[in-house]
């Protein structure tokens, strides 16, 4: 099947176009610049910078020697990606799907062409986790239970399209704060080509979000006293404490 990538430029970005092209025809790559999100908190306090060098240096390790696929890759800045010229040469590379990951809220501009065709990977349970940080927010809650990833069809509305799929990381004792988070990364994007073929053989069918509960984050939301918590939740790693709460809970289930 042929396939368009929308993505960005992290190496979590590269392993998620490398391996859809393991499983597809990739004719073309959107590549669109990774802002400096937390540029304001980072340079206010040391342990958000640290944080967040950390975090750069984990994902370093679990995604750096992936490899971006052979086709048309265009490079864009932020929200470039809906730029109409974008779309246009989506619809010239005819795909029959579009994996999203990462890329500013998608426009009209690719959400009418190509209405059920846009699957996207959020990085949160949906509808428990929503909006920004959302494999954050779970640990900085005490929620390890509540740590995954969705797959679902992209709507206009952020993180509330039809799921396809949740995905938990398979955890272990030890694990810090930032392998848990690479792990759910990783086990996400390692299951969405399977979880794509699924639906568009009509073998999966979507599940529309019961949007009525849980917490839609905002960038406002984090702070350097929400990430101790988080960080001290974990402490130098997971526990069987932590692994007992995580098979015992019902809550967040798949």
């Known amino acids: 099947m042929r396939a368009v990538v929308l993505t960005s430029n ?9 391996t859809v092209a393991r499983e597809f025809d990739v004719k073309l790559v959107i590549r669109e610049k990774k802002g400096a999100y937390y540029s304001d908190a980072i340079a206010e306090d040391p342990l958000i ?3 967040f060098d950390r975090l750069a240096k984990s994902e370093e390790a679990y995604f750096g020697k992936a490899r971006w696929p052979n086709a048309t890759t265009i490079d864009c800045d932020k929200s470039a990606v809906n730029e109409l ?5 989506a ?14 809220i998608l426009g009209t501009e690719w959400l009418v062409p190509f209405a059920g065709r846009i699957i996207n990977l959020h990085l949160g349970l949906s509808p428990f986790y929503r909006g920004s940080a959302t494999l954050f927010w779970p640990i900085a809650q005490g929620e390890l239970e509540c740590v995954g990833a969705t797959i679902h069809l992209a709507e206009r509305k952020v993180d509330a399209g039809p799921i396809l799929a949740r995905v938990k990381p398979k955890l272990a004792v030890g694990d810090s704060y ?8 990783k086990r996400a994007i390692d299951e969405l080509p399977k ?13 529309v979000q019961d949007l009525t509960g849980g917490v839609v984050y905002r960038k406002r939301d984090f702070n350097a006293d929400a990430l ?3 960080l001290d939740f974990v402490g130098p790693g997971l526990t069987t404490t932590h692994m007992d709460q995580i098979a015992n809970s019902t809550r967040c289930a798949c």
């Open 10 to 18: 992290k190496p979590r970005h590269t392993y998620f176009a490398e």
């Open 91 to 104: 619809i010239d590379a005819r795909p029959d799907v579009l994996f999203l990951f990462g890329t500013t």
């Open 178 to 185: 930032y392998d848990i988070g690479n792990k759910t990364i």
């Open 195 to 207: 979880v794509a073929r699924g639906y568009l053989s009509g073998k999966i069918r979507p599940v």
């Open 49 to 51: 910078a640290e944080h």
């Open 85 to 89: 010229e974008h779309a246009l040469m």
């Open 228 to 230: 101790r918590a988080a």
